[in-house]
């Protein structure tokens, strides 16, 4: 079903840019501010950039609120977005509504976390199946070459025979299943790039594996480039190439899975990746200081902190955190691995130094 056109396609080719991708999403605070027609806005995503490129999975980590559900909107074009730019192999994308927008949307495909919730109760599978293979003109000619495509379709994510499940609805099918329909129904748009968000977290734990497996089956045959919304960083390292990780709505850190997972440089990467269960601390003397570090609760978007947005919670915080908006900066001799903290900034780490005077 891929066509030949994508199957040639070198891996690693950019499909999807994001580049300074903000968006604020108005509020209404109190009666009276709505009466004087005063708005504040929450901050969701500011300034984030990524690329996906095919045959590659990126990881965008962060905790509830973090603003990567509302990146992977905006990058479906759910959401309009309040600056920056979306491009599709190196041209800016059309605005909602036109026939350019139609072609982004089929190559650009979305899967919900909740797969209940995304596929209709009152409709077959064979519905939401042929709905979106016709919508995006890949139904054939005849009623064969429809069979024959909706059949391919649950061949290619593992729900065979297709015929036991082509008739049934949502509700007869596990949660596993359903993410599984959900995922051939954006395949019936032969997407370059798909966005998961959070694909996995509403599965029973024994089940999310296979999903996560089936994607990635998927992105090595159909050599999609693919963003893996996710709060559980210990999976991007299993399953992405690259992670990024956002915190309050900016991108703090990222470069190769490995690296970021395994030796992260932020301070905010750190205390995930500590948040995790591990039997192991359980039983070990833990430093009451590192036990407390990082405690506190994400800050208001509405009114995000000065500086580094982290500074409330970061036990590593300087005077300059407060002020400054970190900038992202090279970490060690891993190419590709960066992170918006100054304490990568020798001159500012220097000036904290007793004996040297302040900034
Ligand atoms: Fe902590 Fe400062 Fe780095 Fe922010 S910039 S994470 S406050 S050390």
Not at 20 to 31: A, D, I, N, S, Y
Not at 191 to 202: G, H, R, Y
Request: glycine letters at 8%; one cysteine or more; aromatic letters at 6%.
């Amino acid at each position: 079903m891929t066509s030949t056109q994508d199957a040639k396609a070198p891996a690693g080719e950019v499909v999807l840019e994001a580049i300074g991708l903000t968006k604020h999403f108005p509020v209404r605070r109190q009666l009276r501010h709505l009466l004087k027609k005063q708005h504040d806005a929450v901050h969701a995503v500011d300034d984030v950039s990524l690329t996906l490129r095919r045959g590659q999975v990126v990881a965008l980590v962060g905790e509830s609120g973090s603003g990567k559900s509302t990146v992977a909107r905006l990058l479906a074009q759910l959401y309009p977005r309040t600056g920056g730019d979306i491009q599709l192999h190196g041209e800016p994308t059309a605005v909602k509504g036109g026939a350019a927008f139609r072609r982004y949307a089929a190559r650009v495909q979305m899967i919900f976390q909740d797969p209940f919730a995304s596929l209709n109760p009152v409709h077959t599978i064979r519905y939401h199946l042929t709905r979106a293979l016709k919508i995006h003109g890949n139904a054939g000619s005849n009623a064969q070459e429809l069979e024959e495509a909706l059949t391919d379709l649950l061949n290619r994510v593992s729900l065979t025979p297709p015929a036991r499940y082509l008739d049934k609805f949502p509700h007869e099918l596990s949660g596993g299943q359903r993410q599984r329909v959900a995922i051939a129904r954006a395949l019936g748009a032969r997407p370059e790039a798909l966005l998961a968000d959070e694909p996995v977290s509403m599965l029973d734990v024994s089940i999310r594996l296979g999903v996560l497996n089936l994607l990635r089956d998927l992105k090595e045959r159909l050599n999609l480039a693919i963003l893996y919304i996710t709060h559980d960083i210990a999976s991007a390292r299993y399953f992405a190439d690259e992670t990024l990780v956002m915190y309050a709505g900016r991108m703090v850190e990222g470069g190769d899975s490995e690296t970021v997972t395994q030796t992260p440089a932020h301070p905010y990467t750190r205390l995930l990746i500590d948040s995790a269960p591990d039997p192991d601390r359980l039983t070990a003397d833990i430093d009451p200081a590192e036990e407390d570090r990082g405690n506190g609760e994400p800050p208001s978007l509405i009114h995000p902190p000065a500086g580094c947005r982290f500074h409330p919670r970061c036990p590593m915080a300087m005077p300059r955190c407060t002020t400054d908006l970190p900038v992202r900066l090279e970490i060690g001799d891993r190419p590709g691995h960066w992170a918006a903290c100054w304490l990568y900034d020798e001159a500012t780490v220097q000036a904290q130094q007793p004996g040297t005077a302040a900034r």
